[in-house]
């Protein structure tokens, strides 16, 4: 393959991905008449149509479709394999992309990421909160932050945290007028913060455990968010119990806004993980940032 002809189909995968030739241009410097020249050219050569056209959008054609899926992993391989290549130099440099929900964000990629941004000043690190379970290679992410037990097998996964445990939590307000659950077939008699996943759409289920006894408990109540913070505020107002990571409600239980229930049906669990393809050649900066991050307690 040419040249020419690799470039072309990057402005393709550009084009089709942004679903805009106005987008794709701003987004590889261009203006938006090469690469309408450049798709024509491309199509020309091929003898198809890659894209449809309306005064609305851009969108592929099915043999658009069939080239992108082609596409988007090759040449993901090469940029990924580039970037690693760029990263053999002597200093840390380059840029690592990695996905998170924003509770491990916080309390560890940022605190890890920024010693080492102040000490490379060559090295780019961007981090995406998003609380879906993100196809890293698809997305083109360097690695993804996620609780343990959702690490797909096929990834090599890095300990970067201790244990987690849930808590289940209610106002002192709420315990009062409400007798506190002894048992999870309790929560029939309690309203509930219901929490809504991003990944699924559908309401967690309170995952309990005691003496190897697994359960997951569908719950009612008022109030349902797709956000734990909000959660904690409707819990500390009195408007039910809530089921969230222990970290997040230390804050509360710490002051006497929220109080533990359950909590002998709580154990710990794998906590985080940083998790990327068994196929990247870490190069000096990602393996550099995995050293910082991994968990030593």
Not at 166 to 187: F, K, R
Not at 205 to 222: D, H, M, S, T, Y
Request: charged share 25%.
């Amino acid at each position: 393959m040419r040249g020419d002809e690799l470039a072309d189909l990057n402005v393709f995968l550009a084009v089709a991905e942004e679903n805009s030739f106005t987008r794709a241009a701003a987004k590889l410097g261009t203006s938006q008449s090469a690469l309408s020249y450049t798709i024509r050219r491309l199509e020309t050569r091929l003898g198809v149509r890659l894209l449809t056209r309306t005064t609305r959008r851009v969108a592929p054609t099915e043999a658009g479709e069939r080239l992108l899926r082609t596409l988007r992993p090759a040449l993901g391989d090469i940029e990924t394999e580039l970037r690693s290549l760029g990263e053999l130099r002597e200093r840390p440099a380059g840029t690592i992309r990695i996905t998170s929900s924003v509770h491990a964000a916080e309390t560890l990629l940022w605190p890890a990421c920024a010693p080492l941004l102040r000490q490379y000043p060559e090295l780019k690190v961007e981090i995406t909160v998003d609380h879906a379970l993100t196809d890293i290679v698809a997305e083109r992410y360097d690695a993804g932050v996620r609780l343990g037990e959702q690490v797909a097998k096929d990834m090599v996964a890095v300990r970067i945290g201790p244990d987690c445990r849930m808590a289940v939590v209610g106002s002192p307000a709420y315990l009062a007028e409400n007798p506190p659950p002894e048992t999870p077939q309790d929560l029939v008699r309690h309203r509930c913060i219901n929490l809504r996943m991003s990944s699924s759409g559908g309401l967690y289920a309170w995952e309990l455990e005691q003496n190897g006894r697994e359960l997951r408990v569908r719950v009612e109540g008022q109030f349902t968010s797709n956000r734990s913070d909000l959660g904690l505020v409707a819990a500390a107002d009195g408007f039910g119990l809530m089921c969230t990571l222990e970290d997040l409600a230390a804050p509360y239980l710490a002051d006497g806004r929220l109080v533990r229930v359950l909590e002998n049906w709580c154990p710990p669990f794998p906590g985080y993980h940083l998790y990327y393809p068994s196929r990247r050649q870490p190069g000096a900066a990602f393996a550099m940032l995995v050293d910082a991050l991994r968990y030593r307690g």
